[in-house]
């Protein structure tokens, strides 16, 4: 068995960042640049009034209350041709380009416009050249780096991208993810289902995540358990970057997926991990595409999608893939001294009295129960021999729901 | 000028939710449910095994060492016939149904077989009735309503669903929202730029907001600084649940998008909040088509689509739209006293030598600067009339960033 940290560098290891393509910048949410992107434009590429007001000469407000006289009118947009000067003052507003001769803005509530003129009042404050005014370049300059390579685009990063004109983006191509749940015992939801048998879950959850860590999920059905069936459907995989297995790791007396896929050429780079729940997880290759095999029970199988599938698709699309960051929670209960594997334990998220995450684990956390995964808020980490703690003990959690309000 | 929190509050009230339709599982993820989602299935449906092993009677094994009789297999999906008598054992793997007869699982790193008998040695530790088996609906029962009507669905969710044989669901249909941004400054990203114009960013960056918050972006154009031009546009959100306006809040004199949509039937519910960045924000209704007026200013737009318009969309898909929550932070720097307008300050977020989050406010926090939203992690966010709080003072934080590993 090896840890979980090594487990996931070996994955890193065995995977390579894919290719780009170009894509809009509509459908740019979420990629991941496979350049750096360079702004084509300043912003703003002229200096323009960061308020509603007047553009003056700040010397001319030196003295209040002084009386102005108006030249003109610059909408967003518009210029005021001519250059401003002494004793003159031009109606202007928020993004406008500041006239030529202009140095600052008078907001509008500080002033009084009547007859062509305008009047600005002592109330103006601290005033100087450059007041209210925003410079040509204090977002960006042209040709300067605005969004680098390996970055996952939010938003955010969208608008910016736009700002910069860059209509077109070079990212990395998603990750084609083929999905062969094994096993006699599971039939897909909906289909006729055997005596002894339950409905497949897995398959379906992992296309979720998959397709939500940017990849693109293929369903190759559901492999019964013997070898010539699953070396016929894993053909199925052929062209795709990744593919996964669940379950068959266990069946009757030997690996079924290890020993069928290896007749075809399947190599083994590890098998097992030190992590509850968990622990029989295969990483390999089978000619270009690489595979891993999660564990058949839908909790193992999630949570290790989480710790490894997931790392695996951002690796792929070009991002570290350093797995899920753990962070700062208190136990809302005592935790038992851990053994050898490392322990990742479903619980609530609650805010205690004084503000910080209490992480609440649940009584039972039996590997099959996908009632309690989906209820949790946070998975609980207890390295390999932490010891036994009391409630109120700092833990680190990984955070399941989404407490990021992702812009 | 209202509150953040009124202004919420009163978009909440001014929207309903959308009605349902009929998806397939394989399109459930992050989508509403519109339905309480019973268990056609009880999980598991029959007493399985926990492990890989032999199933026994507990009575049989009270006493150790003892040899039992080996009189079946049971792989997963399979079944023993007949009923285990005293004295017999069957072989059992995880997942397999237990036999009639049998109460308990061995696990086989405690046993030896040979010549068709089972030696189960004294290693077993605590033992009775039920050891190693999982009970008939320990995860769920038939009938049970295991996903509640409005509840968005997680990967996690998506399994359980697939294992209460839930093939197809009913959810909230994706609200369609028409995005119009106005404006004769901004140009189109890869359009021909005026010498006084600068990129529009903001329909970029807010259909992106949309799409990762289950809308359906539809984008209307640049609508020019003239009623006319806008009346005629704003006809492309006929038959959208939202029309989204940015900027022509105050252009030239007067609000040319309440003015000109006002002809044709706008009515306003509120205009103004007090909060930066911020401030012009508009929600009203124009016929069967909610409307919400964002400010222009690129940072002002995304920082009140995050507060108001994600929120609306999620009131849309039937979920509460209470805004992102605020989550504990220190503050990474000393912060002024607050004036009468709720603050939200771009900041980085690093986690402090004793483990909690602490927020460095960026020195600039100028409203047209885009790269530094898109470098932040968090807003500060700073309630009206907040005292000045030194460095390391607790702070709350609204997170940019994913920090949640979504599963």
Redesign the interface.
Known sequence: MISVADALARIREGLTPLGAELIS??D???RVLAEDLTAR?T????A?S?M?GYAVRAADVAVLPTRLKLVGYV?????HEGTLGPGEAVRI?????LPDGADAVVIQEDTEASDGTVLVHDTVGAFGPGRHV?QAG???VEGEV??KAGRR????????????????LMVHRRPRVAILPT????A???DP?????????????????I??SGGIPI?LGIAR?DGATLKTMARGAEGADLLVTIGGA???EHDLVKSALGEIGLTVDFWKIAMRPGKPLMFGRLGATAVLGLP???VSA?VC??LFL?PALERLQGLPGDG??P??ALAGAALAANDGRQDYLRARLV?GPD???VAMPFE?Q?S???????G?DCLIVRPPAAPAVPAGA?VDV??????????
Request: proline share 9%; aromatic share 6%; charged share 15%.
């Open positions: 910048l509509a740019a949410y979420g434009r912003q703003p590429p002229f323009v960061a509603d909408p967003a947009g518009g210029r507003f928020t993004g406008a380009r925003r204090i977002d960006f605005g969004l685009l939010s938003a955010r990063d969208v608008g910016l991208a736009a700002a910069m004109n860059r209509p077109w096993g006699d015992e599971v897909l939801p909906g289902i055997g005596p002894n048998q339950i409905v497949s879950s897995n398959g379906a959850a992992l296309a979720a995540l397709a939500a369903q358990d266990s069946v009757g058949g029970n839908p999630l999608g989480m997931r899920p960051l962070e700062p805010r503000g910080a995450w039972k039996d099959s129960m996908m009632s309690a995964l989906a949790a700092p990984i955070r399941l729901s989404e407490g990021a309000y992702a812009l």
